[in-house]
T-cell receptor
Framework: EDQVTQSPEALRLQEGESSSLNCSYT??????LFWYRQDPGKGPEFLFT???AGEEKEKERLKATLTKKESFLHITAPKPEDSATYLC?????????????FGTGTRLTIIP | ETGVTQTPRHLVMGMTNKKSLKCEQH?????MYWYKQSAKKPLELMFV???????ENNSVPSRFSPECPNSSHLFLHLHTLQPEDSALYLC????????????????FGDGTRLSIL
């Protein structure tokens, strides 16, 4: 069974304090790992797709990395507007159809 | 208007009511999805449509009935719901669901917050 585990469940940082969020996965036949950001009352907003171990993607203060067993979302010098829940999802193909399995997310709070 | 639009944003209904959720995508995608998001739980896939055809029903109770009249519109018809069905219902779309649609992310609407009295 495909599994995705995100840690920590919640993280509070001071503005400017860098840290990392973890997404570990157990799947057969990974066809992509996705990071999303979700603000309260909103749907998930796409951030990154990673396909192979060693790949890295960057966007503003965020950098996503991927190994064969986990992905990290590094946040550098965060600002209060980076506060959100960050979701990780892995994609596999089963019987010709794609399937996304999500983690429960990390709720990030940046304190001014 | 761009992206994925869901209506209504909030819905309160009794267990005996019948209501429908609507989703419309303006991205030119061919696949559409319904997810359920409950507190402290991962997003749960409910239904998948690809080119208007249902390709997945993730063991969803029959009190939830999807409808996809075309690639841009998706409905979720609700009847005789239970209190445990209270949740955020999210619609998403993507270019496709098969290998040919690979490497394309799903894009989500802002959801309908459903409360069952």
């Amino acid at each position: 069974e495909d599994q995705v585990t995100q840690s920590p469940e919640a993280l509070r940082l001071q503005e400017g304090e860098s840290s990392s969020l973890n997404c570990s996965y157990t799947v057969s036949g990974l066809r992509g790992l996705f990071w999303y950001r979700q603000d309260p009352g909103k749907g998930p907003e796409f951030l990154f797709t990673l396909y192979s171990a060693g790949e890295e993607k960057e966007k503003e203060r965020l950098k996503a990395t991927l190994t064969k067993k986990e992905s990290f979302l590094h946040i550098t010098a965060p600002k209060p507007e980076d506060s959100a829940t960050y979701l990780c999802a892995v994609r596999v193909f089963r019987f010709g159809n794609e399937k996304l399995t999500f983690g429960t997310g990390t709720r990030l709070t940046i304190i001014p | 208007e761009t992206g994925v639009t869901q209506t209504p944003r909030h819905l309160v209904m009794g267990m005996t009511n019948k209501k429908s959720l609507k989703c419309e995508q303006h991205l030119g995608h061919n696949a559409m999805y319904w997810y359920k998001q409950s507190a402290k739980k991962p997003l749960e896939l409910m239904f998948v449509y690809n080119f208007k055809e249902q390709t997945e029903n993730n063991s969803v109770p029959s009190r939830f009935s999807p409808e996809c009249p075309n690639s841009s519109h998706l409905f979720l018809h609700l009847h005789t719901l239970q209190p445990e069905d209270s949740a955020l219902y999210l619609c998403a779309s993507s270019r496709g669901t098969g290998i040919g649609g690979a490497n394309q992310p799903q894009h989500f609407g802002d959801g309908t917050r459903l409360s069952i009295l």
